[in-house]
C-alpha cells in the first residue's frame, strides 16, 4: 500500500488544489464527516473523540475542504459538534460546507425535504453547531435516495440565494440535480460546487461532470468508494493498486482526482488509518494505461 507514515502537511493537496467559487482554495482530496457519527445509514453510534481524532489528522494532512451537515447525526453524536469540537478556532483557509433540505425523521433517517421558507431555520442551525458568523459552501439537497431530476428547485434555491444575500453564505451549491435543476438553479445565482453520486464505476454523471469542468464549478462525489447504494467492484482495480503500490480506495480516489481538475473527492471515514490512506491516494499519479484498464 502507498506508505501513509511519512505524509506530509500539504498530502491532500499532491493533486492540486481548486477554487471553489474563484475564492475558496481548497486540497483537491478532501473530508466528508457523513461516517463520523455512524458507520452505516442504520448503524451503531460510533465514539465522538474517534470522530475528533479524524478530523484532527486531516487538517494536519492539509485537508482544507470538510463536508458535513446538520442532518449527520446519530443520539448524541453530531457531525457538526465534533468538527466544532475538533477544529475551532478553525484554522485560516479551512472550507467547511454544508447542505440543507433533507428533514429526519424520528428514527434519524432524512424522511421528507424541507420548504423554502424552513431553509433559513436549517442554515441557522448549521451556523450555531459550526459555531460560525457565516458559512463558505452551503448545498441545496434535494430528491431523496434516488437518482436525481423531477422536482423544481427554484424556491428553495431563491430562499438560499436570499441568505446569501444577507451575508450568511459565501457560496450555493446544488446537491443531487440533474443538468436541468442545475440551470434552474443557475438562472436564480451562481452555482459554485455540484455534488452529486459519483464513483470510478458509477458515472452516469459524466456529462454533468463536463458542464461542470467547462464552467469552472465544483464537482464534489459523493460515496466516491462506493459507500452507498452502488458499490464498488474492487477486484476490477487490483491491477492497477499492484502497479502503484497502492490499495483499491487509493486507486478509487486516484481516478477520480485523474478524471476531471474541478473533481472534489470527499471520502469519509471513521477511522484515522482509512483517512490517511485515503489522503495518500491524492499522490497517486494512474497513466493513461492505468484509467484504460479501469475503464475496461
Ligand atoms: N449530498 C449527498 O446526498 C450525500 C450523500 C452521501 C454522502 N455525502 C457526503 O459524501 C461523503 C462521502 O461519502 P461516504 O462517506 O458515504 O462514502 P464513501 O466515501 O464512498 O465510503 C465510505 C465508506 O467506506 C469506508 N472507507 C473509507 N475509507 C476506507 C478505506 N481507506 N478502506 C476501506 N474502507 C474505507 C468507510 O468505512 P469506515 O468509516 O469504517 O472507514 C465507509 O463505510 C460523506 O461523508 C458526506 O460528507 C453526501
Same mark, same amino acid.
Given at each position: 500500500?502507498?506508505?501513509?507514515?511519512?505524509?506530509?502537511?500539504?498530502?491532500?493537496?499532491?493533486?492540486?488544489?481548486?477554487?471553489?467559487?474563484?475564492?475558496?482554495?481548497?486540497?483537491?482530496?478532501?473530508?466528508?464527516?457523513?461516517?463520523?457519527?455512524?458507520?452505516?445509514?442504520?448503524?451503531?453510534?460510533?465514539?465522538?473523540?474517534?470522530?475528533?481524532?479524524?478530523?484532527?489528522?486531516?487538517?494536519?494532512?492539509?485537508?482544507?475542504?470538510?463536508?458535513?451537515?446538520?442532518?449527520?447525526?446519530?443520539?448524541?453524536?453530531?457531525?457538526?459538534?465534533?468538527?466544532?469540537?475538533?477544529? @475551532?478556532?478553525?484554522?485560516?483557509?479551512?472550507?467547511?460546507?454544508?447542505?440543507?433540505?433533507?428533514?429526519?425523521?424520528?428514527?434519524?433517517?432524512?424522511?421528507?425535504? @424541507?420548504?423554502?421558507?424552513?431553509?433559513?431555520?436549517?442554515?441557522?442551525?448549521?451556523?450555531?453547531?459550526?459555531?460560525?458568523?457565516?458559512?463558505?459552501?452551503?448545498?441545496?439537497?434535494?430528491?431523496?435516495? !434516488?437518482?436525481?431530476?423531477?422536482?423544481?428547485?427554484?424556491?428553495?434555491?431563491?430562499?438560499?440565494?436570499?441568505?446569501?444575500?444577507?451575508?450568511?453564505?459565501?457560496?450555493?451549491?446544488?446537491?443531487?440535480?440533474?443538468?436541468?435543476?442545475?440551470?434552474?438553479?443557475?438562472?436564480?445565482?451562481?452555482?459554485?460546487?455540484?455534488? !452529486?453520486?459519483?464513483?470510478?464505476?458509477?458515472?452516469?454523471?459524466?456529462?454533468?461532470?463536463?458542464?461542470?469542468?467547462?464552467?469552472?464549478?465544483?464537482?464534489?462525489?459523493?460515496?466516491?468508494?462506493?459507500?452507498?447504494?452502488?458499490?464498488?467492484?474492487?477486484?476490477?482495480?487490483?491491477?492497477?493498486?499492484?502497479?502503484?503500490?497502492?490499495?483499491?480506495?487509493?486507486?478509487?480516489?486516484?481516478?477520480?482526482?485523474?478524471?476531471?481538475?474541478?473533481?472534489?473527492?470527499?471520502?469519509?471515514?471513521?477511522?484515522?488509518?482509512?483517512?490517511?490512506? !485515503?489522503?495518500?491516494?491524492?499522490?497517486?499519479?494512474?497513466?493513461?494505461?492505468?484509467?484504460?484498464?479501469?475503464?475496461?
Amino acid at each position: 500500500m502507498t506508505d501513509t507514515r511519512n505524509l506530509s502537511q500539504d498530502a491532500a493537496a499532491a493533486a492540486g488544489t481548486f477554487a471553489i467559487g474563484g475564492d475558496l482554495p481548497v486540497a483537491r482530496l478532501g473530508f466528508g464527516a457523513m461516517r463520523l457519527p455512524t458507520g452505516t445509514f442504520t448503524g451503531p453510534v460510533r465514539n465522538p473523540e474517534t470522530g475528533i481524532a479524524v478530523l484532527r489528522r486531516a487538517v494536519e494532512l492539509g485537508v482544507n475542504h470538510i463536508d458535513t451537515a446538520s442532518f449527520y447525526r446519530r443520539g448524541d453524536v453530531i457531525a457538526n459538534d465534533l468538527v466544532r469540537q475538533a477544529l @475551532a478556532p478553525y484554522p485560516d483557509g479551512l472550507v467547511i460546507a454544508t447542505k440543507v433540505g433533507p428533514l429526519l425523521g424520528p428514527d434519524g433517517i432524512p424522511a421528507q425535504q @424541507a420548504t423554502a421558507g424552513q431553509l433559513r431555520g436549517l442554515v441557522e442551525d448549521n451556523l450555531r453547531e459550526l459555531g460560525v458568523e457565516h458559512l463558505g459552501l452551503v448545498y441545496l439537497r434535494v430528491g431523496g435516495r !434516488n437518482a436525481p431530476g423531477g422536482e423544481p428547485v427554484s424556491e428553495r434555491f431563491a430562499a438560499l440565494a436570499k441568505l446569501r444575500s444577507d451575508g450568511l453564505i459565501r457560496h450555493l451549491g446544488v446537491s443531487n440535480v440533474d443538468a436541468a435543476q442545475l440551470a434552474e438553479a443557475r438562472a436564480i445565482a451562481p452555482v459554485a460546487a455540484v455534488q !452529486n453520486a459519483f464513483h470510478v464505476q458509477a458515472t452516469a454523471d459524466a456529462a454533468l461532470l463536463a458542464e461542470c469542468a467547462r464552467t469552472g464549478t465544483a464537482f464534489v462525489p459523493f460515496f466516491p468508494l462506493g459507500g452507498g447504494l452502488d458499490p464498488i467492484d474492487t477486484t476490477r482495480l487490483e491491477k492497477t493498486a499492484a502497479r502503484h503500490g497502492a490499495t483499491v480506495q487509493q486507486v478509487a480516489l486516484a481516478a477520480l482526482l485523474a478524471a476531471s481538475p474541478v473533481m472534489l473527492p470527499i471520502p469519509g471515514t471513521g477511522s484515522v488509518a482509512h483517512l490517511e490512506e !485515503n489522503v495518500g491516494a491524492a499522490r497517486v499519479q494512474l497513466t493513461q494505461e492505468d484509467l484504460a484498464d479501469l475503464a475496461g
